[in-house]
């Protein structure tokens, strides 16, 4: 099993063109994060961001850089821990 530290990206379906290349500059400089989209709810996209455990947290400093970047009605939460995957 692979340990991991995940957030949930919530926003409105109206930003999600901006909050996909918001995602994609994610990508760039976390490349290590693994991405998913959850089902839509109540007119909001809501994506799974999940940031590997490999002996350190690989995810420290994305919740403060990325939240100087989001808009007012957008929902980060996290980190949570969790285990996923067969080894």
Do not use: H, Q
Request: glycine letters at 6%.
């Amino acid at each position: 099993m692979n340990e991991e530290y995940n957030f949930t990206l919530t926003v409105p379906l109206a930003d999600i063109d901006e909050a996909l290349l918001l995602l994609n500059e994610v990508r760039y400089k976390y490349p290590m994060m693994r991405l998913s989209r959850k089902p839509d709810r109540m007119e909001k996209a809501r994506f799974y961001l999940c940031f590997p455990f490999a002996g350190t947290r690989t995810d420290l400093g994305f919740p403060e850089w990325f939240s100087a970047r989001i808009g007012n009605d957008w929902e980060l939460f996290g980190p949570n821990y969790g285990v996923w995957g067969f080894v």
